[in-house]
């Protein structure tokens, strides 16, 4: 089992940023990847960003690409995402996921309790 545990979440105006942070603990040996979702009410989970354990970047939604940026701390088991130039519409709960290599990072494994992003206009 993997335990994920997001902090960094707020209310932010619109323009501003904020630093979502995602600490992983339990069989980190296991992780292959790890993603940042999001969900905004009334629609469907979204992937947002998608990290290698190793800290390679696979993925930027195209609503995010070049305000968002994901990264990794190896010794801390810490996983980030800074979120720049926010806007209304990124307003959602945002959550960390994990993935092994046999599922990719499209198919998670394990969820983090999210955290909530209120971007205000």
């Known amino acids: 089992q993997v335990q994920l545990v997001e902090s960094g979440g707020g209310l932010v105006q619109a323009g501003g940023s904020l630093r979502l942070s995602c600490a992983a603990s339990g069989r980190t040996f296991s992780i292959y990847d790890m993603g940042w979702w999001r969900q905004a009410p009334g629609k469907a989970r979204e992937i947002v960003a998608a990290?290698?354990?190793?800290?390679?970047?696979?993925y930027y939604a195209d609503s995010v690409k070049g305000r968002f940026t994901a990264s990794r701390d190896s010794a801390k088991n810490m996983v980030y995402l800074q979120m720049n130039s926010l806007k209304p519409e990124d307003t959602a709960v945002y959550y960390c996921?994990?993935?092994?290599?046999?599922?990719?990072?499209?198919?998670?494994?394990?969820w983090g309790q999210g955290t909530q992003v209120t971007v205000s206009s």
């Open positions: 996921a994990a993935s092994e290599e046999s599922t990719g990072w499209r198919s998670p494994r394990s």
């Open positions: 990290i290698s354990w190793s800290g390679f970047v696979r």
